[in-house]
């Protein structure tokens, strides 16, 4: 059965059964990183039959996404320690993945106004609300502990979504619509 009629009050169960608020500063860290997911889900159907791998790379950012949607979603320091971490080397990952992106686009001296195609203008939309979410686990961080590495995933994770929307809009023969002031 898909409803259970329990959050009916307004509350909800986090992993380990304790019951919070709908919109507990956790539950917002971990909705926000939920949406972002489904966003990047709709951003990688784009991507499917394009060239370059890049399906392949949403699709386990998704995943990642998924375990850091866990983590947040757990206040029992004993269960958490018990869950699958995210590593660094994921933050890496990105990292590298920034890196070979950018390494064949043209330099960059304008701010980039989103859009160019459906997969660039969505990579800002993920983009966006992955800095929103970002600022939720932030202010989550503030209350409890947050370990280091889910900050720097999401942060890693916007910039790399900002050069996939640059590569997207390039890939497709596109001019990026830059700001000039």
Do not use: W
């Not at 059965?1 to 059964?17: A, C, F, N, Q, W």
């Not at 784009?46 to 790379?57: N, P």
């Not at 979603?73 to 590298?96: F, G, I, N, S």
């Amino acid at each position: 059965m898909i409803y259970t009629k329990t959050g009916d009050g307004g509350t909800t169960s986090l992993v380990g059964g304790s019951r919070v608020s709908k919109d507990d500063v956790r539950v917002e860290a971990y909705g926000t990183v939920d949406e972002l997911n489904s966003h990047i889900g709709l951003l990688a159907e784009m991507f499917r039959s394009q060239q370059g791998g890049y399906f392949d790379e949403l699709k386990d950012i998704q995943h990642n996404l998924f375990t850091l949607q866990t983590l947040l979603a757990t206040e029992d320091a004993e269960l958490y320690a018990r869950l699958p971490q995210l590593p660094m080397e994921e933050v890496e990952l990105l990292e590298r993945q920034i890196d070979t992106i950018s390494d064949i686009l043209p330099k960059l001296h304008n701010f980039v106004i989103a859009g160019g195609n459906m997969a660039g203008a969505q990579c800002h939309v993920c983009r966006t609300v992955c800095r929103r979410a970002e600022r939720r686990v932030v202010t989550l961080a503030r209350e409890t502990h947050v370990d280091e590495v889910i900050l720097r995933y999401l942060n890693r994770l916007s910039d790399y979504l900002f050069v996939l929307g640059r590569r997207a809009v390039v890939m497709d023969g596109n001019k990026e619509d830059l700001y000039i002031s």
